[in-house]
């Protein structure tokens, strides 16, 4: 007789699907490290920062201006995530970019960080501003624009002879 055994049949499928995933998940990481390296190179970092595990979110806080004591943050729950967001904001806004590239590289990093990697996108140094970080003063320059501007005075009437 034949011993066929039927969670053989069982074993195979789970493993032609487990390869069928598996292939275009390693083609997928294999581009979002592609383009990490690029980001970091673009940076003036070593690329080869990107694959190594927390040498890489040192090389990131270097990159966004955050002292490298923050990867400590990245190590307690709950914080990491809003640590991560504000990391990922602060990477957007040194190559120029706005909030809304921020929501993309948190929400399609598949598609953002090719993009920001591939793309030609400058890096301005930390946070965007060249030269680091420093705190801007919104009042400076503002004018209200419900205020109309002062009228200049009257000047004075010439002398009459």
Avoid: R
């Avoid at 292939?23 to 383009?35: D, K, M, N, T, W």
């Avoid at 990922?88 to 960080?113: A, D, M, R």
């Avoid at 003063?137 to 200049?152: A, C, L, M, N, R």
């Amino acid at each position: 007789m034949n011993n066929y055994d039927p969670s053989a049949g069982a074993v195979a499928g789970v493993a032609a699907l487990f390869g069928v995933l598996l292939i275009p998940l390693l083609i997928v990481s294999v581009i979002l490290i592609i383009a990490y390296w690029k980001v970091f190179e673009k940076a003036g970092k070593p690329g080869w920062a990107a694959i190594v595990p927390i040498y890489n979110i040192i090389i990131l806080l270097e990159i966004v201006g955050k002292p490298s004591w923050w990867i400590i943050l990245f190590l307690v729950p709950c914080v990491n995530i809003i640590f991560a967001v504000w990391t990922t904001n602060l990477l957007s806004k040194s190559f120029g970019q706005s909030e809304g590239f921020t929501v993309g590289l948190i929400l399609l990093p598949y598609i953002f960080y090719p993009i920001l990697g591939f793309g030609n996108y400058k890096y301005m140094g930390p946070a965007g501003i060249p030269g680091g970080m420093s705190p801007i003063d919104p009042s400076v320059g503002y004018k209200d624009p419900f205020i109309p501007p002062p009228t200049p005075p009257n000047p004075p009437a010439p002398p009459q002879e």
